[in-house]
C-alpha cells in the first residue's frame, strides 16, 4: 500500500459548544487554535487547470500589438485578470461576475498561484501569506484612472483578507465588511465617467495578529473634494448621501420633520435637467440604499442618537443652500445685505440648533479685530453668498471626518485580548483616479498630483531601485528604460518655485487674482510640462504621465484660500447639538481633517470627554469660551489646500513605504462602460502611461527580490540545515539552499540573492511543506506525551479516589458504630430506669401493705425511696431496733428477680463497673455498723424520712436537672456516660469512721434533715444516695 493510499484520518479542530458562555479571551484564543490547525487548502474540479497565456511574461514575442491581442482574447471569455509577474492586471467587465462566492474563497487560500487562474483573491491571499510567513507589514496599491474598478477591487480584497483572517468575532468581520459601503456613501459620486467615483483619498489599514486573525481596522481619508457640495458640473451630482437620505425621509414620511419640500429639491442637489426629485421618488434604487446606510450604522456601533444628529446636520446643510440674499441700498451704505426670505434660513437655524439671527448676523456681516478692538463690518450679496457655501463647505468636511474617526474608534483592537504592539497590518489603497474632463479645475489638479505620485512610487519600486540594485551589487543585468516622472512631481512639489508653493504665495496677496496667478506660473514654471494656451486668459497645460491636461484657472485662489468666518465658528459652538459643537471645537490636523478626539492646540475651546459609553461625542464646552472671537482658532496665517494636500501626500507614503507592496493595474476597456466592448486604442493608451510594457520586460529579465545573506538564511535555513543548527548569513549558506531547493535562474551578489519573481512562491511553498511535517511530527510526539501525563493523571486520581474512599468508609464505619453504641447505651439506660421503678413500686407496695404502714403524710414523704439497698439497709436496721418494723414474706421472690436481671447481657458486660461501685460503697458499711445503735434510737424519724423521700414529686421535662449531691452520685453518672475519670468533690475527703458535718454546699443532706439535732450518720443510712445503692444491689446480686 503506497503513502498516496493510506491517509491519516484526523479529527476535526475543537470548537466551542457554547461560545456565549465563554469570555472573549478564551473565545479568542480557541479561534487562534482553529486558524493553526486548519489551513488546508480547498480543491475544487479543474482547479488545476494552468495555461501560459495567464502570465504576460511568458510571452515569447514582447511588444505592444501582442500584449494587446492577449488582453483582447482574455477579455472575450471573461477572464479579465491577468499576471505580469507579481503584478495583476484588471479589466473593468462592466457587469456582475459570479466568481466572487465563498467557494472561490476557499479556492485561493494558501495555495500555489499557477494552480488556479489569476484573481483579485489570489493577489489579497499572497500579500496575506507573506505578511503571515515573513511578520511584515503589506501594503496593496490599486491605481488606474476613474472608472477602472479601482473601488470594487478594494471591497473584494477586503472580503478576501476578512475571510482569510476570520476569527471567532464574527461582529467584528461585520463591521469591516461595512465600513467600505458607509465611507463611500459620504465620499463618492456620479461624474460624467463614473457612477460611483471616489471624491477623497482612501487608505484601508486591517490590523492582525501575528498568527493571521484579523483584530481590527483603521481609515486614513485625504482631500475629500468639499467644492462638489455647493456645485456640481454638469452631468455630475452631489455626493450619494443626499439624495439616499431624502429618498428615505420621503418613503418615512419624514420630510416635515427635517423641513425638507416634496416637490422642489434643494438648490444643492438640482440640476439642470429638473428630474431630481422624480428620480428620488420613482428610484427604489436610492430608498434601498438609505436602509443599508441605516444597518451599517448599526452594525458598526453608532447610537441613534449620533445618526439622529447626522442626519439633521445633514439636512441643515441642504437647507442652507436655500438661503438667499438681497441687497439694501441705504443713504450712507449699498453693500449691505439680507435675507428677504427667513424661511431657509429658520429651517437650517432649527436643524442646526442654533439662532436664526445669529446665524443672518454671521452671513451678513464679520468681524474684524485690528489692534485689539473689534469692527463689526457688511458683507455684499455674494461675499455672504460665499460664507454660505463656506459654511457648508466646513459642516459637511468636518462631519466627514467625524464618521471616520468614530468608525476607527468603533473598530479599533480590543486591548484586553490582543497586543497591537505585535501585530501586522495590510494597507489597501483605494485613491481617486486620473482624470481629464473637459473642464478641469483645481480639485483635478490635486487628483491628478497624487496619482502622478502613485505612479512614480511604481516606478521606484519596479524598476529605479531594483536598477540601482545591480549597479551596487555587481550584477550584470539589461537595463529597461522607463518613463520617469520625477521631474514632474518636482515642478509640482519643489519649494519655493515649485507650482503649490507659487499658488499658497499669491493666494496670501488679498488683491490677487486668477490671471496673477496664471501669470505667476508662466513666469516661474519653464518646463516642458507646463504651457499656456493662446487666446486663453485663465487656463494652463500639464503634460502629465497618462497625457496632457488643460485646467480652467477660475476659482483657484478662492478654492485654495478656503476661508471659514470666525463669526460662522461662533455661532456654530452654540449650537445645542452635542455632536455640531465638538465639530467647531476640534482643531485640524495638517491634513485638515478633524482630529480624532485630541485637544493639541492651547488656543481652541477647552472640552472634556464625558465618561460614559452611550454619548461618546458629548463634550463639556466652556461658555466664557465660546463666547469670545475665535480668530485664532481659524489660523489667520490659514493652512491652504495646496498645504493639506502637500502634508496628505506626505502621510499617505509614509504609511505606504513601510509595506511590502502588491500592485493591481485597473484598466478601463471602453469609456461607455459597456460590457465585452474592448477598445484598442483606449487600452493601448493605458498600457502606455502605465508602463505596462516596461513592466513585462523587467519582469521576464529582472530580479523582483533581493534579500540580504543574513535575511535569506534565516527565512529558508529549514530547507538544507537542521532545526537545531543556527547556520550563518554567509554566500556558502544560501548558495547550500538554493541547490537544495532546485531552483535555476538566480544570482548571488556581494550582500543579495537576486530571486525571480516566482522564487519566492516557490521557496515558501517548499518551506510551508517542511515545516507541515515538523508540524505532524510535533503532534504525534505532543498527543504521546499528552496520552502518557494523562495516563499518569488518571492512575494519580484513582489513588486518590480510592484513598478518599479509604477515609470516607473508615469515617462512615466509626459513625454507625458510634449511632449504634448510643442507641445500646441509651436502651439500657431505659431498662435500668423501667427496672428501678418496678423495684421502687413493688418495695412501696409491700411496705404500704405491711401491717405498720401508718397513713401519715410525713412519713410517705420521708420513706419514697425506691433504691433496692436502701430497702434491705433500712429493713435490716428496722429489725434490730424495734419489733413494730414489718417483716417481707416474699424475700425470696425479691432474691430471684435479681438473679434473672443480673443475669442479662448488658448487667454481665457491666459487672465491671458495679463491683467498682461496691468496692466503693464498703467504707460505709463499716459505718453502718458502727453507727448500728444510735439508729435504733432514731428509727421512727429515719422511717418517715424515708417514706417522705420515696414520695417526693418526680421532675417533669424540661425542668431544671437534677443536682449530683454526693460523691456517689458523680460516680454513678460518669459510669453511666462511659467517663471513668472521676474528679471528686472540691471538699477535703474524710478520713474513715470520721463524722461527715453538713455545711451549706450540699443540699442533698440538708433535705434529709428533719430536726435540726438529727446526727448526719442517721439522715445518711435512712435515705443514702441512689446511685450508689443501686450498684451495691447490682453487684450483691
Sequence with gaps: MSCKDYQLQRNPPPTLLHPEKWCRGFNHFISQHERIHTRRPYHVDGADKYSLDDDLVNLEVLDEDTIIHQLQKRYADLQIYTYVGDILIALNPFQNLSIYSPQFSKLYHGVK??????HIFASADAAYQSMVTFSKDQCIVISGESGAGKTESAHLIVQHLTFLGKANNRALREKILQVNPLVEAFGNACTAINDNSSRFGKYLEMMFTPTGAVMGAKISEYLLEKSRVIKQAVGEKNFHIFYYIYAGLYNQKKLSEYRLPDKKPPRYIDNETGKVMHDIITKDSYGRQFEAIQHCFRIIGFTDEEVYSVYRILTGILNTGNIEFAAISSQHQTDKSEVPNPEALDNAAALLSIGSEELQEALTSHCVVTRGETIIRTNTVDKAADVR????????GRLFSWIVNRINTLLQPDKNICNTENGMNIGILDIFGFENFARNSFEQLCINIANEQIQFYFNQHIFALEQMEYQSEGIDATAVEYEDNRPLLDMFLQKPMGLLSLLD?????????????VDKFEGNLRCKYFWRPKGVELSFGIQHYAGKVLYDASAFLEKNRDTLPADIVVVLRTSENKLLQQLFSSPLTKTGNLTHYKNTSKNVLNYHKRKTEKNLFVFQVDT?????????TTN??????ASYFRY????LLSKMVVGQPHFVRCIKPNDDREALMFSHERVLLQLRYTGILETVKIRQKGYSHRILFDEFVKRYYYL???????PLGSRENCLAILEKSKLDNWILGKTKVFLKYYHIEQLNLFLREVIGRVVVMQAYIKGWLGARRYKKVKEKRENSAVTIQSAWRGYEARRKYKEIRNRRTDAAIHIQAAFRGYIARKNYTRLKNSPGYVADPQLKSSCSTSEFGCEEHWQQTSNQSSPVVPDFPDKQTKKNDLDEISASPFIQRHSFKMNVSQSISQPWSVAEHQLSSPLRSHKKGGSENCLEQKLRTPRRRCQQPKMLNSPEDNMYYNQLNGTLEYQGSKRKPRKLGQIKVLDGEDEYY????????????DSFLCTPSPPSSRRVSFAQS
Design 505 to 517: 504665495e499669491e493666494s496670501r496677496f488679498p488683491q490677487a487674482t486668477d490671471l496673477t496667478l
Design 113 to 118: 498561484r499557477s494552480s488556479n487562474p489569476p
Design 636 to 641: 489667520m496665517k490659514r493652512q491652504t489646500m
Design 624 to 632: 466664557m469660551e465660546v463666547m469670545r472671537h475665535p480668530e485664532e
Design 1006 to 1017: 440538708k433535705s434529709l434533715s428533719a430536726v435540726e439535732s438529727t446526727p448526719e450518720h
Design 648 to 651: 496628505s501626500l506626505m502621510d
Design 389 to 396: 457655501d463656506a459654511m457648508s463647505k466646513a459642516l459637511y
Design 720 to 726: 538544507a540545515f537542521k532545526a537545531h543548527e543556527t
